[in-house]
T-cell receptor, first 112, second 113 residues
Framework: TQLLEQSPQFLSIQEGENLTVYCNSS?????LQWYRQEPGEGPVLLVT?????EVKKLKRLTFQFGDARKDSSLHITAAQPGDTGLYLC????????????FGSGTRLSIRP | NAGVTQTPKFQVLKTGQSMTLQCAQD?????MYWYRQDPGMGLRLIYY???????DKGEVPNGYNVSRLNKREFSLRLESAAPSQTSVYFC????????????FGPGTRLTVT
């Protein structure tokens, strides 16, 4: 069974601090996506990483895909209250029933 | 463009009742998906439709049926609701079946008592 494990599950930090959240698997993925979900809304796509070792930046957010394409990280610099939300990673599954696999998410809270 | 829309936003059902969740997208996407989201379990795929006229089971299809009415619309039906189906349901779409970049609707919060 393919699994995407995200850590930590919960993170509460002060505004201005840096943080990293992780998405790990024993399986290889052709691509990984990161989403942010705010309360009462659907997930919103942030980025897709495709190539092993790839780094993508989105303002203060830096996404990295592991060299072996089994893991990914999201680093936020100088976190702001607007970064609060549930961060989900997702990857392509190998079976039709598991077409897209989602991790259970990291719930991030930024204190002003 | 509205993107992906879902109705209703909230619903309360009694055990054994039936209902249909509606989803529509205006992005001319070929593929559409239904997920449920439960605390601590992320998003789990119920059914998907790779293209108009086709549907396939996902990870948790039991107790649900779907209809791909046309390219825009993909509905999810609960024939006899059970408390275990209490969840938040999300519809999503992708450009095609080999794209993994999903666009989600705002969700339907369903409670079955």
């Amino acid at each position: 069974t393919q699994l995407l494990e995200q850590s930590p599950q919960f993170l509460s930090i002060q505004e201005g601090e840096n943080l990293t959240v992780y998405c790990n698997s024993s399986s290889v993925f052709s691509s990984l996506q990161w989403y942010r979900q705010e309360p009462g809304e659907g997930p919103v796509l942030l980025v897709t990483v495709v190539t092993g070792g790839e780094v993508k930046k989105l303002k203060r957010l830096t996404f990295q895909f592991g060299d072996a394409r089994k893991d990914s990280s999201l680093h936020i610099t100088a976190a702001q209250p607007g970064d609060t939300g549930l961060y989900l990673c997702a990857g392509d599954g190998v079976s039709s029933a598991s077409k897209i696999i989602f991790g259970s998410g990291t719930r991030l809270s930024i204190r002003p | 463009n509205a993107g992906v829309t879902q109705t209703p936003k909230f619903q309360v059902l009694k055990t054994g009742q039936s209902m249909t969740l509606q989803c529509a997208q205006d992005m001319n996407h070929n593929s559409m998906y239904w997920y449920r989201q439960d605390p601590g379990m992320g998003l789990r795929l119920i059914y998907y439709s790779a293209s108009e006229g086709t549907t396939d089971k996902g990870e948790v299809p039991n107790g649900y049926n779907v209809s791909r009415l046309n390219k825009r619309e993909f509905s999810l039906r609960l024939e006899s609701a059970a408390p275990s189906q209490t969840s938040v349901y999300f519809c999503a779409s992708t450009r095609d079946s080999i794209s993994y970049e999903q666009y989600f609707g705002p969700g339907t919060r369903l409670t079955v008592t």
